[in-house]
């Protein structure tokens, strides 16, 4: 790709729309830093302590109301002396927890709405690993948690003891499985209750609602929004994708002097006919009214398997793209991308082993061989298209300019037509391009693909092959000409770069803040979420 000098690199500005909601940036004087540094040896150091005791203590009461009862009877809500105990010991003992914490006050505005009016509630924005203190003022409802928490000491006792309900990403009917419970506790008639979502399903930095997932939704039955907001001076809370790790959030909010958070419970929303039957619908909705509330942006960002999504015009791309950290593992490896020889037919895909990747790449390490190979969209064999992994060379090389990336690209994907009518882009191919060099993920970018073959048959006449494909000129009038797209593929492709063969530090920036290597490549994030 062409050569720019780091003084010419700009990152890609989201700023001027919708805020990035994963990243959260800390800026603190010298005056507070000096604050933080005394009020962190002195004032913290005891306020965890104590707070971890306080967590411990909440086991006798968590383990006391589940003791002795069968899975069978846990299908119901406990009642009796176990409830009226236990609750009372866990809510007090949690009250205490936060407030040693440094969250002296928490104001509550609105009113909750009884189990009947609202089995559901909703909380947003979900910016901290904090956020359960809303179960407090919410008189401690039911959650949805991951299975895998089951094993976590302390908190596996109290996820008992709430009865919640647990999804697991190793079992593929666990997800019907909950959406089943979630719907039987929602129309239990007031018996269960209420259940507890954060619909957004991860943290981001309270800047922007990310896009609701319709857990919640699906049992199409009424939900009481709840608002969670931290007004204080500096924002120690937020735990977004980017920015403060657990350690430090949590040191730095016990050295506050004093930790506030509203919690506001919005009037009940009573999904129509058409949004009790689309819980996509419902879910949008609601994010709606909440961010209105809230006085931030409603955006389509969400988090695709283990990466946070951010989305630009009507294109979604991954905040950092896995190419990145391919380039990392290769890096490691000692590999430079400009020595293999990719070998990758045009248009037809090529279907190869783990064993035959490392190859290849001349890989012998299996660690590297297993980690470089992960990165590749997989059949049900185990394989991967060699056209995969012949673009991602080739963009990780920095040999090419980025029109003849682009242009590789299409070669690499285009399908010949029939009665030689030349070559088209498909959807397949569309998605494979754009999920490879942006981690856009590829049922948005078919959704993409279809949009533009529409626009482009209507344009005119002579776009009637568009309703299949998109040509050469057509897939580089939207990669490389159209002002924002353009914008978007150059940023995350043409970083500054050394002399092929030669990976060396850049003083680059990636589209949201990693450290850009000489070859395109950026170093991994921390990874955040729930």
């Known amino acids: 790709m062409s050569q720019r000098s780091p003084g010419e690199w700009a990152p890609l500005d989201l700023t001027a729309g919708t805020p990035n909601p994963f990243v959260h940036e800390l800026h603190l004087s010298r005056l507070q830093r000096v604050k933080f540094c005394l009020l962190g040896a002195l004032l913290a150091p005891i306020r965890v302590l104590l707070a971890f005791i306080v967590l411990f203590l909440l086991w006798p009461f968590a383990w006391l109301q589940v003791v002795g009862l069968t899975d069978e009877q846990l299908q119901e809500p406990v009642t009796g ?66 299975a895998e928490n089951l094993s976590v000491p302390v908190i596996g006792a109290l996820l008992r003891f709430n009865q919640a309900i ?21 129309t239990s008639g007031g018996k269960w209750p209420q259940v507890l979502f954060f619909p957004e399903g991860t943290c981001s930095n309270k800047k922007a609602l990310l896009k609701f997932k319709p857990g919640a939704f699906i049992a199409g039955v ?47 929303y009573h999904p129509s006919p058409e949004e009790s039957r689309d819980p996509s619908l419902y879910a949008n909705n609601v994010q709606r009214v909440m961010a209105q509330a809230l006085g931030i942006p409603a955006t389509e960002c969400e988090v695709v398997g283990n990466l946070p999504v951010i989305v630009m015009g009507r294109l979604k791309v991954a905040l950092e793209p896995r190419l990145w950290e391919l380039g990392k593992v290769l890096l490691k490896a000692g590999l430079s991308p400009s020595c293999v020889d990719a070998g990758a037919e045009p248009g037809r895909s090529r279907m190869i ?15 590297t061989v297993a980690g470089a190979f992960s990165y590749f969209h997989q059949d049900t064999k185990g394989s991967v298209d060699f056209r995969d ?9 920095g040999g090419r300019s980025l029109e003849e990336l682009m242009c590789l690209a299409f070669e690499l994907f285009a399908e010949e037509q029939a009665e030689g009518r030349g070559r088209l ?13 942006l ?63 030669t990976p060396q530090r850049s003083k680059a920036s990636s589209p949201g803040g990693p450290t850009a290597l000489a070859n395109g490549t950026a170093q991994a994030p921390k990874q955040k979420g729930d």
């Open 222 to 268: 009424p939900v009481q929004p709840v608002l969670i907001r931290y007004p204080n001076s500096v924002d120690t809370t937020s735990w977004a994708w980017r920015g403060p790790g657990v350690l430090k959030v949590l040191w730095l909010t016990a050295s506050q002097p004093c930790s506030i958070v509203d919690v506001e419970f919005l009037p009940v």
């Open 425 to 437: 882009l498909h959807q397949d191919g569309f998605s494979s391009i754009l999920h490879l060099l």
């Open 439 to 501: 981690g856009s993920p590829r049922p948005a970018a078919a959704t993409l693909h279809a949009e533009l073959c529409r626009e482009l048959c209507q344009a005119g006449p002579g776009q009637g092959l568009s309703l299949q494909g998109l040509s050469l000129r057509q897939f580089q009038d939207f990669s490389l000409r159209d002002p924002l797209y353009g914008k978007v593929f150059s940023t995350y492709l043409c970083l500054p770069h050394a002399p092929r063969g």
């Open 166 to 186: 647990f999804v697991s990403r190793h079992d593929p009917a666990s997800r019907r499985k909950v959406v089943e419970e979630v719907r039987r506790r929602a």
């Open 389 to 397: 992994v012949a673009l991602a060379l080739a963009a990780l090389d």
């Open 81 to 146: 002396w176990r409830k009226s105990v236990c609750h009372s010991g866990v809510l007090g003992l949690g009250r205490l927890l936060f407030f040693l914490l440094g969250f002296l006050r928490i104001r509550v505005r609105g009113q909750r709405a009884s189990r009947l009016q609202a089995p559901v509630l909703v909380a947003a924005p979900h910016s901290t690993f904090f956020d359960p203190i809303v179960l407090l003022p919410c008189d401690l409802p039911k959650v949805v948690s991951r």
């Open 353 to 367: 082993s783990q064993d035959e990747f490392a190859r290849q790449l001349q890989l012998s390490d299996p660690q």
